[in-house]
Each structure stands twice: as structure tokens, then as C-alpha cells.
């Protein structure tokens, strides 16, 4: 056998039985591989949720949020407390004009122009005007507050505001003795705000305030955070903060300030009623329906923490719903 | 190799199928460790384990109507397999909650499940996964009969619907993505039931009979 033509040696050929096992058993990783890979990217998939489409856009908001503003006073309302970091308040909000998951509006609010941008102070007012927001940030320093927002979801942050008084602003215009509430507005743009498009909100978006609220001194009108000015997905160019009500008192993106005699209607009172008030205080007595409001997770921190009466600022602000019952008016 | 290829046509499924349902765990312990679960990684945890439990249960309900209506065999033999890995992430969704979310406040979570319901109807539905888990083998079919192991195991029907439930009551306003949970669940219900009506003998009956109570592996009837 020595004189065996090939350079294998019978021996050493693959037996056919075996032969077709290997091929098997290639075909089988393969299909393992491709079922495997298929089936995670489709939970990977699932995983990610019913998203916003990227409405990714090419103007550039940083180029004017990155500016560093001129601070004229730093107050802290929430002292000996860690500042949520910059990443997480800019990139874990609420905007629903730019999706309903949390991360959606840093990702889709490029579409927002915040600049040029007119404020209309309408109603009751003596010296109704419509107001370059430029010019209206030029007539009031700006403030550093540093508060805790109490987010009705039962999440909070401490965050630095660039704001002043809402109540220096009415002063400023000057209210008629009629004027017993505020009404806010935001904007209403589907091209600039693209999920105005879905219903799930109806917009645009409104908020009030009662007058003695609105004219309190730690209600503010934001135009920044962290010392720069106000992101678009924080409500650029200027949002309202109520530093003793839920977040979505916040009012963002404001292009309506109009003065009322009656309570204005509120966009989650409409959209459920039964959980959302007009008052909307902070009140760990009083539970959402479908939720406990006792207790919030602080971003940032692994243990819950006990949720004050009116976010902490009851000293401050208790007084002005004496006598309410606020299980009544939540 | 032909018996063996006969009994199990398919080796690779199983393995593949199972694989590939670890990788959202894996994804989640990944993003954990390289803080990628966002602002809130607690809460995002808790949420996506909810949903993938939700989307086993919902795809083991799924197996049944292929076999009526398509054709398909194979998925039969994965519906076990589902339907534990719904019980698995509706349990790690649940020690989230329990441990991570709530610190293991036992006041407060009792008062969560009494007071809230959509806690309630969560709870709910994962007390009724932990008797079919316990009930999947096939000598817990044996043991119990298969007449009463089917009635117990009607059970999985009722549980991704409170699953749904729970999901609906918990979002604040958008309630899309449940709905769209709730529509599924509901043509497989019906498909279900439809197949019922033109096959009222189990064919999950017959093999457990032939082939002396292994169902799970004797896919070709």
C-alpha cells in the first residue's frame, strides 16, 4: 500500500457519516447564531419602547444654551443638598411636545428655535405688550435659585434656575384690580414642537397660577440652569418654576402670559382630572390615585427619601392656603 | 443520527431561542454596571423587566394559534421555555421593586399592593405565575392529571391580561404602548378561542398519550 497514488491516506478520509455531521453542524450554528441574534435584537428592540421618531434637525441649540450668563445674586433653597448633575437634568425631562420618554426631548428639541422669540402679556393688566424675550431678560438681573422640584411621578432633582420674580414682571406691566389669576401659555408650533402632532396632550399646553401664587417671591421665571442659559429641552427660551407645586406646574416654553378673573383651565387637570388639581402642591398626604406620593427617589441617589409638605418651602408658603382643605384641593 | 434527528428536528431552537432571551438581562446588567440606564437607571430597570415579562407571556400565548392556523409546530415546543422566562423576568422585575425600588420596606410595599392597583393587579398576576412555573414539568402534568393541569394552566390567559392591566393603569398618559400589548394579547385570545371551537380534542392530549407524557419533544403529530 505503500505505492498509494493521493498524498491521504485512507485512514485519514472523513468517514461520509461523519462528514455529513459537519455540515450539520455548521448549518445548525449558523441557524443558532441567526435565531439567537434575531430574537435578542427583537427584545432589544421592545426593550427601547414606544419612542418619538428621531426628530433630529440641523439647527444647533448649544451654540447659544453653552453661553455663560451674568449671575447677579445666588440664593439656596435647598441647602447641605447635592445639585443634580447638568447630564441628568438636561437629558431626563418631561416635554411631551417632544415625545413621552424621558429622554426623548434632548434628543428631538433641536427643532425648537428659542431665539427670536416674543412673549404676549394680555388681560388684565394696565400696559398690555408683546416683548422681545431679550429685552424682557434685560430689564431684571438674574438670579441663581437653587431649588428641589418634586416631580409628580415621584422623582425629584435640585437644580440651579437663572430666573427672576414672575411677581417683578406683573409689577413691571402692572395688574388692573381684576386680575385674580394667571393663565400661561406655550408655544404651539407642530413644525418646531413635532408630537403636537399626536393627541396625547391637547395642545398647546396651559398652566395658571392664583395671583397671591404667582406674585410670591419664590415663584420665578427661568431662562437658565447652571449658570447658562436654558436648554431647549428645559423649556427654553423661559419656563416657569414653582419651586412647592408638582413639575408640571412648570410650565414650558412660554409665549402667553395672559391675566384672568377666573381660574384658567390647566393641560393635565383636562387630561385627567381626577389626578391632576389645579394646585398641584407637593403633598405626600395626599396620594395620586395610582400612586404613593409619600415617598420620591432622588436621581442620582439608591434610597428613597421622605417627600416634604410643599417640597420643603411649607414656611414660606403654607400660609397662603390656610384653611384649605388641600385633600380637597390638590 | 436519524432517530436522533427525528426526535428533535430542530436542536439549535431551544438553545437559540433561550440565548437570545438572556440578552435583555444581560443588556440591563451591562448598561447597570456602565451607568447607561439613564437618569433614573432604577426605574428603567424596573420597567424594561416588566415589559419583557410581559412580551413571554404574551409570545407563549402566541405558540397555539401558529400551530392552528400556520401550521407550525416548532413553536409548541418553545411555549414551556416562554412561559418560564416570563416567570424569570417577572421575577427579577419584582425584586427590583421589592428590594432595589422600595429598600425592602415591608410597610410600604404592603400599603403599595393594598392601596394602589395597579400594584395590586402586578402582584397579582406574578402569584399567578408562580403555580404554573412550579406545575411546567412534565411530571408535575403526570402527577396532576392532564384534564386538571389544563385547567390550572388556564391561567395563562388570565395573566398577561392582568399583565396589560397593570401596564395601562401605570403609565401616566400615553398609553399607547400597552394598548398595543392589549391588542395583541386580544387577536391571540381570539384566535385561541377560535381554534377551540374547530378542535375540541387537545392535541397536547394526544401526544402526552403517545409518546408516554413527553408533549414537549414529540412536536409532529
Known amino acids: 500500500m505503500a505505492s498509494y497514488s493521493g498524498s491521504v491516506a485512507p485512514n485519514h478520509i472523513t468517514p461520509e457519516r461523519v462528514y455529513l455531521r459537519r455540515r450539520e453542524f455548521i448549518r445548525n450554528s449558523l441557524l443558532f447564531a441567526a435565531t439567537s441574534s434575531s430574537v435578542g435584537g427583537t427584545l432589544l428592540w421592545l426593550m427601547r419602547g414606544l419612542r418619538a421618531k428621531d426628530h433630529k434637525h440641523p439647527v444647533n441649540a448649544t451654540a447659544t444654551e453653552s453661553r455663560p450668563l451674568t449671575i447677579a445674586q445666588r440664593t439656596d433653597y435647598a441647602p447641605g443638598e447635592a445639585k443634580t448633575p447638568y447630564e441628568s437634568v438636561t437629558t431626563y425631562n418631561n416635554f411631551y411636545e417632544f415625545g413621552t420618554d424621558k429622554s426623548d426631548p434632548a434628543q428631538n428639541a433641536l427643532t425648537l428655535r428659542p431665539r427670536p422669540w416674543t412673549l404676549n402679556i394680555e388681560g388684565e393688566v394696565e400696559r398690555p405688550q408683546v416683548i422681545d424675550i431679550d429685552q424682557l431678560l434685560s430689564w431684571f438681573p438674574l438670579e441663581e435659585r437653587v431649588y428641589r422640584m418634586r416631580c409628580v411621578e415621584a422623582w425629584s432633582m435640585v437644580i440651579p434656575w437663572l430666573g427672576f420674580p414672575l411677581g417683578d414682571l406683573l409689577r413691571r406691566v402692572g395688574l388692573t384690580s381684576r386680575a385674580k389669576y394667571v393663565a400661561f401659555t406655550s408655544l404651539l408650533d407642530p413644525v418646531q414642537m413635532p408630537e403636537q402632532r399626536s393627541a396625547v396632550l391637547d395642545w398647546p399646553y396651559v398652566e395658571g397660577l392664583r395671583i397671591d401664587e404667582a406674585m410670591h417671591p419664590l415663584t420665578i421665571l427661568a431662562a437658565g440652569l447652571y449658570g447658562r442659559r436654558l436648554p431647549n429641552q428645559n423649556g427654553a427660551p423661559m419656563r416657569l418654576v414653582v419651586p412647592w407645586k408638582y413639575g408640571f406646574k412648570g410650565i414650558k416654553s412660554i409665549v402667553k402670559i395672559r391675566l384672568t378673573g377666573k381660574a384658567p383651565p390647566t393641560t393635565w387637570n383636562l387630561a385627567a382630572p381626577s389626578e391632576y388639581g389645579f394646585y398641584a402642591n407637593v403633598n405626600p398626604a395626599v396620594d395620586h390615585p395610582r400612586w404613593s406620593q409619600s415617598t420620591e427617589r432622588r436621581i442620582g441617589e439608591y434610597h428613597r427619601r421622605a417627600t416634604l409638605p410643599f417640597n420643603g418651602y411649607s414656611d414660606q408658603v403654607a400660609r397662603l392656603y390656610s384653611g384649605m382643605d388641600l385633600s380637597r384641593f390638590f | ?221
Open chain 2, 1 to 221: 443520527m436519524a432517530a436522533w434527528t427525528k426526535t428533535s428536528p430542530f436542536p439549535w431552537l431551544k438553545p437559540a431561542v433561550l440565548t437570545g432571551s438572556l440578552v435583555p438581562i444581560a443588556a440591563i446588567l451591562v448598561r447597570a454596571w456602565g451607568n447607561a440606564l439613564g437618569a433614573d437607571p432604577i426605574a428603567q430597570a424596573l420597567n424594561q423587566l416588566g415589559l419583557i415579562a410581559l412580551v413571554f407571556l404574551v409570545a407563549a400565548l402566541g405558540c397555539t394559534p401558529l400551530k392552528a392556523m400556520v401550521g407550525w409546530t416548532w413553536p409548541m415546543r418553545l411555549r414551556r421555555m416562554l412561559g418560564l422566562l416570563a416567570f424569570f423576568y417577572a421575577g427579577l422585575h419584582v425584586i427590583t421593586y421589592t428590594v432595589i425600588d422600595q429598600g425592602l420596606d415591608w410597610h410600604a410595599i404592603l400599603d403599595d399592593i393594598l392601596k394602589r392597583k395597579f400594584i395590586f393587579v402586578g402582584f397579582a398576576t406574578f402569584v399567578l405565575l408562580i403555580p404554573l412555573a412550579i406545575t411546567s414539568t412534565n411530571s408535575a402534568i403526570r402527577r396532576l392529571g392532564y384534564p386538571r393541569w389544563k385547567q390550572l394552566h388556564r391561567l395563562a390567559y388570565v395573566a398577561p391580561a392582568l399583565a396589560v392591566l397593570h401596564f395601562t393603569w401605570r403609565v401616566k398618559r400615553d398609553i399607547r404602548e400597552p394598548l398595543t400589548y392589549g391588542l395583541v394579547l386580544a387577536m391571540l385570545l381570539a384566535a385561541r378561542f377560535l381554534g377551540q371551537l374547530r378542535a375540541p380534542v387537545s392535541l397536547a392530549w394526544q401526544t402526552v398519550n403517545r409518546s408516554s407524557g413527553d408533549i414537549w419533544k414529540s412536536d409532529r403529530p
